[in-house]
């Protein structure tokens, strides 16, 4: 079935830094691709999105690109603020199979001042 | 706009009792989900309700069980509860009828003792 692999956490970089948080994915169809993010005690926040080949999702300094020859979408920041700090999830949806999304384990983002 | 609503934000509930969980989406939206997050096994799906009719389930046992009402509220219920139980309940609504970006609420954290 359909999955995704995050790299595993926790990362901590210093502010200013810059963030990559690899994702790829296995999916037996053409997929939309997110990144939401996760602050302690809150839901979901849907960062960005791509939803075909090649597409950038971007959203607050963070992008993002559907590669569907190398089935990732890897999340990017140039420089990251201790007010990033909070967990990142990768996740798919089938666009055959309506709304279910399917997430990463998640990564856990520390920024240090 | 207001966002999507889930009641209670807690809950404690007794091994073998069983519980319902409310959550009310975006004004307009059909489409609800509803997501188990538990540290072991990550985020979950549970099933999906779109226009009162469930469309997609994931791999839960029978005891959890949902429905959406003509306003599109939705409520989950876990019956017989089991320590496992434990999680943090996240729903998510969606204007679309696919995974096109949606609306988590907070959650509902469900202690079982």
């Known amino acids: 079935g359909d999955s995704v692999t995050q790299m595993e956490g926790p990362v901590t970089l210093s502010e200013e830094a810059f963030l990559t948080i690899n994702c790829t994915y296995t999916?037996?169809?053409?997929?939309?691709l997110f990144w939401y993010v996760q602050y302690p005690g809150e839901g979901l926040q849907l960062l960005l999105k791509?939803?075909?080949?090649?597409d950038k999702g971007s959203n607050k300094g963070f992008e993002a690109t559907y590669r569907k020859e190398t089935t990732s979408f890897h999340l990017e920041k140039g420089s990251v603020q201790v007010s990033d700090s909070a967990v990142y999830f990768c996740?798919?949806?089938?666009?055959?199979?309506?709304?279910?999304?399917?997430f990463g384990q998640g990564t856990e983002l520390s920024v240090k001042p | 706009k207001a966002g999507v609503t889930q009641t209670p934000r807690y809950l404690i509930k007794t091994r073998g009792q069983q519980v319902t969980l409310s959550c009310s989406p975006i004004?307009?939206?059909?489409?609800v989900s509803w997501y188990q997050q538990t540290p072991g096994q990550g985020l979950q799906f549970l099933f999906e309700?779109?226009?009162?009719?469930?469309?997609n389930k994931g791999n839960f046992p029978g005891r959890f069980s949902g429905r959406q009402f003509s306003n599109s509220r939705s409520e989950m219920n876990v019956s017989t509860l089991e320590l496992g139980d434990s999680a943090l309940y996240l729903c998510?609504?969606?204007?679309?009828?696919?995974?096109?970006?949606?609306?988590f609420g907070s959650g509902t954290r469900l202690t079982v003792v």
């Open positions: 998510a609504s969606s204007g679309t009828a696919g995974g096109y970006g949606y609306t």
């Open positions: 999916a037996t169809g053409y997929p939309s």
């Open positions: 791509a939803t075909k080949a090649d």
């Open positions: 996740a798919l949806s089938d666009n055959n199979q309506g709304g279910k999304l399917i």
């Open positions: 004004s307009g939206h059909r489409s």
């Open positions: 309700y779109f226009s009162e009719t469930q469309r």
